[in-house]
């Protein structure tokens, strides 16, 4: 059978619609499933099975004690969460963004850098004998038998299944903004990016709101590093980047809210 321009055209729409279709439904899911894989009708993107709630965000330090008697460190981001915000860390204590990025040794602690900055017996516990043992437990799920203080906080659907955002609005949780600068405040920035599709095809767009991530982060924390907005080509915030670990997932596969839960960013997804 000869294929014609036409057929050819025909069969090319039939395509294109099966696979917006698909891009849709990948972003329904049932919160029912248990061990959610991606989401329920994922034709699209694979994901990696998504780790219980309590242990969502949590990562082993290990790049320093492969070679030490000592197991890594767990480290609990909603542990920390309620407390100080991700600027803290990321920005006035220099933590990379990126798990065992960062060159943190014993030495460094002991002189008030990175954990050293509150773990030094007078904010959180110092660093001594007696409390290796509670930072190198070399367990992801050291801090299970605590998720239980975060059962009245809102909910979400995906990821530890908290609300950060609406916590931080309902002044269930004031993280400290600055270990040194008691009156700094978060820039008032109330721009919202909306992020239209690039194929005329697919109807839904991301929204982007500047001010609940300053809520939490320092412009520097994003800007240039991850998103540089001199660089021509930096608004294709493209899916298959984001789900390498490039722009928005930086964070959102690991410690905010995941990719799954699409109408976060996509509210107007049908």
């Known amino acids: 059978m000869a294929w014609y321009p036409a057929r050819l055209c025909m069969l090319g729409v039939k395509l294109m619609t099966v696979l917006v279709i698909s891009s849709a439904l990948a972003c329904v899911s049932d919160t029912a499933s248990e061990g959610i894989s991606g989401t329920q009708f994922d034709y699209v993107w694979k994901y990696s099975k998504l780790p219980p709630p309590a242990q969502y965000g949590n990562i082993l330090i290990s790049r320093l004690t492969h070679s030490s008697t000592q197991p890594p460190v767990a480290f609990s981001h909603w542990v920390h969460r309620r407390f100080y915000t991700c600027r803290v860390c990321h920005f006035e204590l220099n933590f990379a963004m990126k798990t065992n990025a960062s060159d943190i040794t014993e030495a460094m602690i002991r002189k008030g850098d990175y954990c050293g900055a509150c773990h030094n017996g007078k904010i959180a516990f110092g660093i001594n004998d007696s409390t290796c043992g509670k930072c190198h437990t070399g367990r992801i799920n050291s801090s299970d038998d605590r998720f239980s ?31 040194f600068n008691p009156d700094y405040e978060p820039i008032p920035f109330e721009k919202i990016l909306r992020l239209e599709p690039e194929r005329g095809m697919i109807k839904t767009r991301a929204i982007f709101p500047h001010q609940k991530h300053i809520d939490w982060l320092d412009c520097a924390d994003c800007h240039p590093a991850i998103f540089d907005i001199q660089m021509k080509g930096a608004q294709r915030f493209r899916m298959d980047s984001i789900n390498s670990g490039m722009f928005c997932g930086v964070c959102h596969l690991t410690v905010a809210f995941p990719v799954q839960d699409c109408r976060r960013c996509h509210p107007d997804l049908n």
Do not use: M
């Not at 990821?159 to 004031?174: C, P, R, S």
């Open 149 to 179: 203080l975060l059962k009245d906080f809102p909910k979400a659907r995906y990821g530890d299944e908290i609300n950060w955002v609406k916590a931080l609005k309902k002044g269930l949780i004031t993280p400290k903004q600055s270990l």
